[in-house]
């Protein structure tokens, strides 16, 4: 059920930027030199509170942009 309430909306988007230590994701660094093709920007793995970034965290992060967009697009930041 979609609720038309803005604050809801809003709080969807607040959920989503932010973590309890106000960083959704770590800083990226850029990756340069002999190591890539071009130079890149990338999110260490030792950066990740775990050690690991799987696909299906990258993939639930990409979906949960996908449903915030379409239903509360007009409080995307």
Known sequence: MVSNDPAIRARGW???????????WPAPVEVSG???VSPVHEIPVGQ????TLATD????????????LAIAPDQAP
């Open 57 to 68: 965290d990258a993939a639930q992060r990409g979906l949960a942009i996908i449903e915030l």
């Open 14 to 24: 607040s959920e989503f930027s932010s973590d309890a230590e106000d960083t959704p």
């Open 48 to 51: 990740i509170a775990d050690g």
């Open 34 to 36: 002999s190591a890539v």
